[in-house]
């Protein structure tokens, strides 16, 4: 069984380029963060995660996440925060 497994930053590699260059289109700013990168995960299952998890981030950077300036006016950072954990 633990040859199966794989950390689970090896899923989510691809998510911080994700991440950053949705915001820039999208006019936004975000950070991201994903925590527990070691995590052991079956690679079956983490690359059945890999699609959903993206559809998940990009959603969360469309439609969660307000633009600057409107974040500011609620008295929010101009940054918006995501964690995947």
Known sequence: IESRMRPFADG?????????????ELNKKVRLEILGKGTPVDRDILEKLEIPLSHLLRNAIDHGIEPPPMRVLAGKPMEGLITIE
């Open 12 to 24: 989510v590699e691809a998510f911080p380029r994700l991440a950053r260059d949705l915001a820039k």
